[in-house]
């Protein structure tokens, strides 16, 4: 049974930082999209980056490019999501995702989506940030 567990999560105060982690157990494919996506209580869930782990640079939401990078492990099978300079309504609860839709174009190559429609979830993790 594949499990993605969430940590990393926490509290800090406004241009602070956070580094989230994200094990998938029980994988045996090894190439796949992951992505990390967030939700406050009674909005939708949001996209946040998305990375396939069989290479390739990984995939930014405007919301947080330049201030969230994504990056894997692959010997591990984790993914990693470091973030810089939060800002109160990054307040959210954090998900990582894993088995979201594949494109691949020749120009690309594989490219993974934001939408949040990928098959497997962590519980999530709580960000919470003070001004």
């Known amino acids: 049974q594949t499990q993605l567990v969430e940590s990393g999560g926490g509290s800090v105060q406004d241009g602070g930082s956070l580094r989230l982690s994200c094990a998938a157990a029980?994988?045996?494919?090894?190439?796949?999209?992951m992505g990390w996506f967030r939700q406050v209580p009674g909005k939708q869930r949001e996209g946040l980056a998305a990375i396939y782990t069989g290479g390739g640079p990984p995939e930014y939401a405007d919301s947080v490019k330049g201030r969230f990078t994504m990056t894997q492990d692959n010997s591990k099978d984790m993914v990693f999501l470091q973030m810089d300079r939060l800002k109160p309504e990054d307040t959210a609860m954090y998900y990582c995702?894993?088995?979201?839709?594949?494109?691949?174009?020749?120009?690309?190559?594989?490219?993974?989506?934001?939408?949040?429609?990928?098959?497997?979830w962590g519980q999530g993790t709580q960000v919470t940030v003070a001004s």
């Open positions: 029980g994988y045996t494919r090894r190439s796949k999209c």
């Open positions: 995702a894993a088995e979201g839709p594949t494109s691949f174009t020749a120009r690309t190559g594989y490219t993974c989506g934001l939408i949040p429609n990928y098959t497997i």
